[in-house]
């Protein structure tokens, strides 16, 4: 059975920094695709950032800059170095994994709260 745990939300404050990990298990299945989503209280899930099994990354505008996508296949992980944190960096953020042969899993979500 497929499980993703995720880790390293918390409340910090504007220009601060964190790193959330996503950890899958479960399946020797191949991975694809690995990102991250956040959805902000009153608001629609929005993509993050993404990353491929040959680590090509792709990040929306707003977080270019500060934010990093990286992977440890090894360990079906994937990584969100979040730098300069704002304000309105503040969401659940929840991972989600691509296994080739299965479909896609999605993590249970860690809040992410910035300070002003």
């Known amino acids: 059975q497929v499980q993703l745990v995720e880790s390293g939300g918390g409340l910090v404050q504007a220009g601060g920094s964190l790193r959330l990990s996503c950890a899958a298990s479960g399946s020797a299945f191949s991975i694809g695709v690995m990102g991250w989503y956040r959805q902000a209280p009153g608001k629609q899930r929005d993509l993050v950032a993404t990353i491929t099994s040959t680590a090509n990354t792709n990040l929306v505008d707003s977080v270019k800059g500060r934010f990093t996508i990286s992977r440890d296949n090894a360990k079906n992980t994937v990584y969100l170095q979040m730098n300069s944190l704002k304000p309105e960096d503040t969401a659940v953020y929840y991972c989600?994994?691509?296994?080739?042969?299965?479909?896609?899993?999605w993590g249970q979500g860690t809040q992410v709260t910035v300070s002003s």
């Open positions: 989600y994994v691509h296994y080739l042969a299965l479909g896609v899993y």
